[in-house]
């Protein structure tokens, strides 16, 4: 569940079908009635899952810094930067400390960070 609320299919899709197949063995030898086997195997499947969630946090936390780093360069790309109250000194400065976070796998942090830099950044970019 938790590994579907993190859109694992997005970011680890294979982790997320091995996970997803192993969950449907194991209730079919639940429905075979094979509860020793279910028991002894649920604990590999609940490490598998464990994987799966810190590898979606991780993927989405570098899509998230990349996407953002991507948004600051086109701005400055097309001259926004006087625009911008403060420029995107503040943005980058930002976006280096969610990478910093990144490389502590603090991935919530990075995730707070970038939203609010990119609520910032849609607020301040010229509107077309």
């Known amino acids: 569940m ?10 680890v899709p294979d982790r997320r079908k091995v996970c997803n197949d192993d969950f449907a063995k194991l209730k079919g ?10 028991l002894a ?3 590999l499947l609940d490490k598998q899952v464990d994987v799966l969630v810190y590898q979606t946090r991780r993927e989405s ?9 991507t948004k600051i360069a086109e701005l400055r790309s097309k001259g926004s930067e006087p625009n911008l109250p403060g420029g995107l000194a503040r943005f980058e400065k930002a976006l280096a400390e ?6 502590k796998e603090a991935y919530e942090d990075v995730l707070s960070i970038c939203k609010i830099i990119d609520i910032e950044l849609d607020a301040a970019a010229p509107k077309k």
């Open 98 to 103: 969610a990478n910093d976070c990144l490389q």
């Open 29 to 38: 030898n639940f429905g075979r009635k094979e509860y020793n086997f279910v």
């Open 61 to 69: 936390a570098r899509w998230q810094c990349n996407r953002l780093a």
């Open 2 to 11: 938790a590994g579907k609320e993190l859109r694992a299919e997005c970011f």
């Open 41 to 43: 195997a649920s604990s």
